[in-house]
């Protein structure tokens, strides 16, 4: 049985639901509270027993790749300066790193999710490894991913993070119908993809983290962009997992413990930022005093 060692974090997309800022600033170093979302997704591959990340980027959103680096001019002029409050936050990020490996390749044009992950390909080889995009946060005590690499010890199949949503909200997910195992785990029987509230097989939709196989890997090669894009020009990987089922392939969902924060889009972002802004133990006191004087 082969341990999940190697984390896909794809940062290649354009950012189109956060421009113009996306245009200088890539999304996943939007700041959620104090740190920006893909320290968030980091955080929990580590807790997770994650030890390799590889990071899909494009020319535009390098600037990921920079933030985990040390950051030697700085160091030295907070140090001058005895402004160890700040100094400390950096000791901090580089702890986070420490223990992790970072690699990375280009994605070189915007194809889609599916073939971002495929560019990883080889940096994974016949392993078995996660998926996770920066844009979906959650708050858990035991890490979502963990879960997930709990679950794929026992089943040894690709496993994808499930929650479940009112059904007014179905319309802007993959929405999977599943044949219940346990409580919270399904053998994936259909993925729809932005279905109506009518067509929509569940509540239970698809979270951004999942763990791929070779086979994923084999589907994806295979996958042509107007056959099985969500949208004309792009291999997405949903719909890869979709291909599977249709051939009767065993793809497992996992109804993740936690709340899910969906950060990629504006107002996922700004409510992502107030719960968790609340909840802070520096900040969460002063900003509930601020909104009950505002009186709205």
Known sequence: MVDIKK??????????????????VPKELWPVVDKPMVQYTIEEAKASGINQIIF?????????????????????????????HLLTEIK???ELCKDLSFSYVFQKKP??????????????????????YPDDIVESKVPSTLQLIKIFKTAQKPVMALYRLPKEKLPLYGV????????????????????????????????GKRI????VFDYLKKAKPLERGGKRGEICLSSTFAEMVKDGKIVYGYEIEGKWLECGNKLGWLESNLYLSLKHPQFGDKLKKFLKELNL
Request: aromatic content about 4%; hydrophobic content about 40%.
């Open 56 to 84: 899909v980027i494009t020319p535009e959103t390098k600037a990921v790749l920079n933030y985990f680096k040390k950051s030697p001019k700085i160091e030295k002029i907070l140090k001058e300066k005895k402004k160890d």
């Open 176 to 207: 999977v119908a599943g044949e219940k195992i346990t409580s919270r785990l399904y053998k994936i029987k259909k993925i729809i993809e932005k279905p109506s509230i009518e067509e929509a097989p569940s509540d239970l939709v698809i979270v």
């Open 212 to 215: 791929l196989t070779e086979e």
């Open 7 to 24: 984390a896909i974090i794809p940062v290649a997309g354009l950012g189109t639901r956060f421009l113009p800022l996306s245009k200088v």
């Open 92 to 94: 901090n990020l580089e």
């Open 111 to 132: 194809l889609g999710d599916g073939q971002a992950v495929l560019a990883a390909k080889d940096l994974v080889g016949k392993e078995p490894c996660l998926v996770l």
